[in-house]
């Protein structure tokens, strides 16, 4: 895969900025030439090491305070084998915003397709005081002109929630791709009916119909994108995005046996803009010099995963172009 890398380098005191971006799988300039564009364009917060205190920092840095009742949106993990972020990781971050973690139950048959069995095992792996939002029932969220969907499908409690802090673990996935910001805020926030509507295309609500995974797989991404819509319409300026890239796996954490990660941990990442993390996250696959990415970014390019992120930009989620500036640890 040629890559076509070039980056516009600011140095400063603190930081590294780097304007990046591209509606493609290469990396190229973004083409802020001018101090109002400059302004425009979405910053990515990027730091190396994943620890916890970094974790906080890197949200203190996005300026925009969480608050209210917050609700912290991760991915719970099938399995101890899957790659779920751990709870010496997020612990304090998650004290930090007074929060409380979110998930919704999956679509298929496992360790999470009930609200019993899924906090079970997530109390397996130390995620002492979660909320399955679907637990009591789902509510429908307005999509507005949608490529395929009229509406997401949301556990019903989400509407609880003041704020959302969307902490995710960006690796690879069977079916998506990928999987980071948006797709946390898409399938995670879905119910389970709302998973088989996303999956289906809008052609079923009802998770107990199987046939839903045989959707059009581009017909899949884009309603990924279409239940972001959903999402970011009701919360507005109330959601924050933050990517760990750890363990770096071609398999998603809703993979109970997920392939061994290849590819060296690369960082922390954050954003107000959804679609420029992604993007900041693809592109330093992309972009890396460890040869254990191939087999990532041959599931990304087998999946089109970067559809999802292209959908959202359509939608006005975001922008794919973006300035990083990298945090000294």
Do not use: W
Request: charged fraction near 20%; hydrophobic fraction near 35%.
């Amino acid at each position: 895969m040629k890559k076509n890398i070039l980056f516009s380098i600011l140095f400063a005191t603190s930081s590294i900025t780097a304007f990046c971006g591209s509606n493609s799988n290469e990396i190229q300039t973004s083409g802020v030439t001018s101090e109002t564009a400059e302004k425009d364009v979405p910053v990515v917060y990027y730091i190396k090491d994943i620890n916890a205190d970094n974790l906080v920092k890197i949200y203190e840095k996005l300026g925009r305070e969480a608050t209210g009742k917050v609700g912290v949106k991760i991915s719970s993990g099938e399995s101890s084998q899957s790659n779920h972020l751990d709870t010496a990781l997020i612990n304090k971050l998650v004290k930090r915003v007074n929060g409380r973690l979110i998930e919704c139950n999956t679509a298929y048959a496992g360790n999470r397709n009930t609200a019993e069995k899924h906090y079970a095992e997530a109390v397996k792996h130390g995620y002492l005081n979660i909320d399955i939002m679907d637990s009591v029932g789902q509510v429908e969220l307005p999509v507005t002109n949608g490529f395929h969907l009229k509406k997401d499908i949301v556990g019903k409690r989400f509407l609880d929630y003041d704020f959302i802090v969307v902490l995710s673990h960006f690796k690879g996935h069977q079916m998506a791709g990928f999987g980071g910001a948006l797709k946390n805020i898409s399938i995670g926030i879905a119910s389970s009916d709302g998973k088989a509507y996303i999956h289906s295309a809008g052609q079923t609500d009802d998770a107990t119909q199987r046939g839903f995974f045989n959707t059009e797989q581009n017909k899949f991404l884009e309603s990924m994108a279409d239940a972001c819509q959903a999402i970011i319409s009701h919360t507005g300026d109330n959601i924050l995005y933050i990517n760990v890239a750890n363990n770096l796996s071609v398999d998603c954490d809703c993979n109970g046996n997920p392939a061994k990660p290849e590819m060296k941990d690369f960082g922390i990442l954050a954003s107000l803009d959804p679609v420029a993390l992604d993007k900041a996250c693809i592109d330093m696959v992309l972009n890396s010099e460890d040869h254990g990415k191939e087999h990532l970014i041959e599931r990304i390019n087998s999946r089109n995963g970067t559809l999802t992120i292209e959908a959202a930009e359509k939608h006005g989620l975001g922008s794919q172009n973006y300035k990083l500036v990298t945090l000294e640890d």
